[in-house]
């Protein structure tokens, strides 16, 4: 059972005649104790009135995903199987983070009858939200106290990645079209491959011209090309501890994986195979084999329930997990976090071999913080601080200058920049021919 605030609102009311009765001779005792009495009758009047909350059937409609930072329609539904009306106060055992509201949702339910509440939720994390059980207090007619029970009814939330790097897609897909041909614009690299023939148009590169379709023809006609697909693009993000720091909003396993969904979307929209990897000494996701529309779910729903880990990443592993993914010629898209020397030695050593036919990519998120640092000097407190910004900004370009001598390319950005960065970069290498 429980008791609510009426209960004390009338004891508190019984202190008027208690002193009344007191100055007219009474004894205060018998008093007291006899609206104690009356009191405690009423609790337990109330109490007996009250419907049953074990007499209900409680059920939920929960959805089984949703994205960070959108609101997750959540409702509870329940049936009174009493022969009495429940005036329930309802609370769903939600965790601080899925962001359920602080009150307490009040129903009315008639005997043999059922009524539905919402609680909406907005999840301020990644990965599974869970609640266990629902709490339904049935209070008495008088309001002093009522029955409580609990209802075990389990609800369960996977959160997905926010991926709110998607508003720099259409421009990338628009710059894709025109290197894959499907606007007026075709292009001609070392790498592409052969698409089709058309008639010369004044201004065409006269080395295009296929002269055996020309003398079939009797006019003039050009090959045009075509970015080669089926290439194979591997994204590893680092899940270790280095992933953990918190720059912006978020940390910066956040922005990887922002990085990720943007470079995939556009990679599977370019007709080339990616595969994912999330990596510290162990495999915490991995999607391969995955193309098409199924992609981005599949990596989403990889990504939810990973989180950065405080040990050192075994780079070593890490590659040799890429391995196992695939063997052919591909690009290597490493998101982490490597702006010290002392901290990127393993990953420097276990660097890849990079060739012709394999590009690696290393994409850093930077904090804007540590640049303004560096720009102060109104004080001896800044003077210090400027003085450990530029030193944490020399390290960070040491070990870019290592990657790029390594035969990589790093790419360094704050987490807003990184994503259409990196997709453009892809794109780069495709016009290029190198990819």
């Not at 953990?244 to 929209?269: F, K, M």
């Not at 495999?283 to 990596?299: E, I, K, N, S």
Request: glycine share 8%; net charge positive; proline share 5%.
């Amino acid at each position: 059972m429980f008791v609510t605030g009426r209960l004390a609102v009338a004891l508190a009311i019984g202190v008027v005649p208690l002193v009344a009765f007191g100055m007219a001779g009474y004894p205060p005792y018998a008093l007291l104790g006899a609206w104690v009495g009356l009191c405690a009758l009423l609790v337990v009047l109330d109490v007996a009135l009250a419907a049953s909350p074990h007499a209900v059937a409680v059920s939920r409609r929960v959805p089984a995903r949703s994205r960070l930072g959108e609101q997750v329609p959540v409702s509870i539904a329940v049936h009174n199987q009493g022969s009495r009306t429940l005036h329930a106060l309802i609370r769903d055992a939600w965790q601080p983070t899925a962001g359920a509201g602080s009150e307490r949702s009040r129903l009315v339910v008639p005997p043999g009858e059922r009524r539905r509440v919402a609680i909406p939720l907005l999840p301020r994390r990644r990965g599974e939200l869970v609640s266990e059980f629902v709490m339904i207090r049935s209070r008495g007619p008088l309001g002093l106290a009522g029955r409580q029970a609990r209802h075990r009814v389990r609800g369960a939330i996977r959160v997905l990645p926010a991926f709110s790097s998607r508003k720099h897609l259409p421009s990338r897909l628009a710059r894709l079209r025109e290197l894959d041909g499907n606007t007026s614009i075709q292009v001609r690299g070392q790498g592409t491959e052969f698409d089709s023939l058309r008639e010369y148009v004044r201004g065409d590169d006269v080395r295009s011209i296929d002269w055996r379709a020309t003398a079939r023809a009797g006019t003039t006609m050009l090959r045009t090309w075509r970015p080669e697909r089926d290439r194979h693009v591997v994204i590893i993000i680092d899940t270790g501890r280095t992933a953990a720091a918190r720059v912006g909003d978020g940390t910066r396993v956040d922005a990887s994986l922002e990085a990720a969904l943007l470079l995939a979307a556009l990679a599977s929209r370019a007709g080339d195979h990616v595969h994912l990897l999330l990596y510290d000494r162990v495999v915490r996701g991995r999607v391969t084999g995955v193309d098409g529309a199924g992609l981005l779910p599949a990596m989403t729903d990889a990504m939810a329930p990973v989180h950065a880990r405080l040990v050192d990443t075994d780079w070593h592993g890490a590659f040799a997990a890429v391995r196992t993914l695939t063997t052919r010629p591909s690009l290597i898209v490493v998101l982490t976090a490597q702006d010290a020397a002392e901290s990127a030695r393993g990953f420097l050593g276990a660097f890849p071999d990079a060739s012709r036919a394999t590009t690696v990519l290393v994409g850093s998120v930077t904090d804007d913080d540590v640049a303004s640092l560096a720009q102060q000097r109104g004080s001896r407190e800044e003077i210090y601080l400027a003085a450990a910004a530029e030193r944490t900004l020399r390290d960070a370009e040491n070990v870019a200058d290592a990657i790029r001598r390594a035969g990589g390319e790093a790419i360094a950005a704050d987490p807003e920049d990184l994503p259409p960065r990196i997709a453009d970069r892809y794109l780069e290498l495709k016009a290029a021919g190198r990819l």
